[in-house]
Protein backbone atom coordinates (compact mmCIF):
# COMPACT_ATOMS: atom_id res chain seq x y z
CA UNK A 1 0.00 0.00 0.00
CA UNK A 2 1.06 3.58 -0.77
CA UNK A 3 -0.36 6.94 1.88
CA UNK A 4 -0.21 10.01 0.44
CA UNK A 5 -0.14 13.53 2.70
CA UNK A 6 -1.22 16.83 0.83
CA UNK A 7 -0.13 19.57 2.50
CA UNK A 8 0.41 23.55 1.42
CA UNK A 9 -2.79 24.77 0.67
CA UNK A 10 -4.53 27.77 2.15
CA UNK A 11 -5.58 30.84 1.22
CA UNK A 12 -4.23 33.12 -1.41
CA UNK A 13 -4.83 36.57 -3.51
CA UNK A 14 -4.75 36.35 -6.74
CA UNK A 15 -1.46 36.73 -8.54
CA UNK A 16 0.01 35.10 -5.42
CA UNK A 17 1.67 31.83 -5.09
CA UNK A 18 1.41 28.62 -3.33
CA UNK A 19 3.65 25.58 -3.10
CA UNK A 20 1.99 22.00 -2.20
CA UNK A 21 3.68 19.03 -1.21
CA UNK A 22 2.43 15.28 -1.43
CA UNK A 23 4.49 13.26 1.16
CA UNK A 24 4.26 9.74 0.14
CA UNK A 25 5.11 6.60 2.97
CA UNK A 26 4.26 2.59 2.36
CA UNK A 27 5.70 1.04 -0.77
CA UNK A 28 7.10 4.00 -2.31
CA UNK A 29 9.32 2.16 -4.54
CA UNK A 30 7.04 0.79 -6.40
CA UNK A 31 5.00 4.26 -7.29
CA UNK A 32 5.56 5.28 -10.77
CA UNK A 33 3.73 8.05 -12.08
CA UNK A 34 1.88 10.57 -9.26
CA UNK A 35 0.36 13.49 -9.96
CA UNK A 36 -2.47 16.46 -8.77
CA UNK A 37 -5.85 16.51 -9.24
CA UNK A 38 -8.06 19.09 -8.46
CA UNK A 39 -12.03 19.49 -7.73
CA UNK A 40 -13.59 22.71 -7.32
CA UNK A 41 -17.49 22.87 -6.33
CA UNK A 42 -20.15 21.75 -8.48
CA UNK A 43 -17.34 20.10 -11.32
CA UNK A 44 -15.62 16.91 -11.98
CA UNK A 45 -12.06 16.12 -10.53
CA UNK A 46 -9.55 17.32 -13.09
CA UNK A 47 -5.97 16.63 -13.99
CA UNK A 48 -3.37 19.37 -13.12
CA UNK A 49 -0.05 17.96 -13.88
CA UNK A 50 1.51 14.89 -13.30
CA UNK A 51 5.10 13.82 -13.45
CA UNK A 52 7.04 9.86 -14.34
CA UNK A 53 9.10 8.12 -12.76
CA UNK A 54 11.62 9.22 -15.38
CA UNK A 55 10.91 12.88 -14.75
CA UNK A 56 8.37 13.54 -17.66
CA UNK A 57 5.79 15.75 -16.89
CA UNK A 58 2.47 16.79 -18.17
CA UNK A 59 -0.09 19.97 -17.45
CA UNK A 60 -3.46 20.71 -18.49
CA UNK A 61 -3.76 23.46 -20.65
CA UNK A 62 -4.71 25.71 -17.98
CA UNK A 63 -2.03 25.71 -15.45
CA UNK A 64 0.80 25.57 -18.04
CA UNK A 65 3.32 28.06 -17.57
CA UNK A 66 2.39 29.01 -14.24
CA UNK A 67 2.21 25.58 -12.32
CA UNK A 68 5.64 23.75 -11.86
CA UNK A 69 5.48 19.88 -11.04
CA UNK A 70 8.37 17.89 -9.32
CA UNK A 71 9.62 15.25 -7.12
CA UNK A 72 12.03 14.14 -4.64
CA UNK A 73 12.82 10.51 -4.95
CA UNK A 74 15.03 10.70 -1.56
CA UNK A 75 12.59 12.03 0.06
CA UNK A 76 9.41 10.45 -1.23
CA UNK A 77 7.69 13.81 -2.18
CA UNK A 78 6.15 15.20 -5.04
CA UNK A 79 5.84 19.19 -5.23
CA UNK A 80 3.23 21.68 -7.08
CA UNK A 81 4.84 25.07 -7.28
CA UNK A 82 1.26 27.63 -8.74
CA UNK A 83 2.51 31.27 -9.36
CA UNK A 84 0.18 33.31 -11.11
CA UNK A 85 -3.05 31.97 -9.43
CA UNK A 86 -6.51 32.86 -10.27
CA UNK A 87 -9.92 32.53 -8.70
CA UNK A 88 -10.67 29.61 -11.01
CA UNK A 89 -7.73 27.51 -9.37
CA UNK A 90 -9.48 27.62 -6.33
CA UNK A 91 -10.67 23.68 -5.32
CA UNK A 92 -9.71 20.82 -3.45
CA UNK A 93 -5.96 19.86 -4.35
CA UNK A 94 -5.51 15.91 -4.29
CA UNK A 95 -2.08 13.59 -4.59
CA UNK A 96 -3.03 10.40 -7.19
CA UNK A 97 -0.03 7.88 -7.41
CA UNK A 98 -0.05 4.91 -9.72
CA UNK A 99 1.68 1.70 -8.55
CA UNK A 100 2.15 -1.62 -8.42
CA UNK A 101 0.21 -1.59 -5.54
CA UNK A 102 -2.21 0.04 -7.39
CA UNK A 103 -3.55 3.40 -7.49
CA UNK A 104 -3.68 5.63 -4.60
CA UNK A 105 -4.93 9.29 -3.70
CA UNK A 106 -4.49 11.24 -0.63
CA UNK A 107 -7.09 13.57 1.48
CA UNK A 108 -6.58 16.76 -0.38
CA UNK A 109 -5.92 19.92 0.44
CA UNK A 110 -7.85 23.34 -0.06
CA UNK A 111 -6.48 26.07 -2.10
CA UNK A 112 -8.98 29.33 -2.28
CA UNK A 113 -7.58 32.47 -4.59
CA UNK A 114 -9.95 35.28 -3.54
CA UNK A 115 -10.17 38.20 -6.43
Known amino acids: QVQLVESGGGLVQAGGSLRLSCAAS????????IGWYRQAPGKQRELVATISGGGDTNYADSVKGRFTISRDNAKNTVYLQMNSLKPEDTAVYYC?????????WGQGTQVTVSS
Open 26 to 33: GRTSSINT
Open 96 to 104: KSRSSCGTH
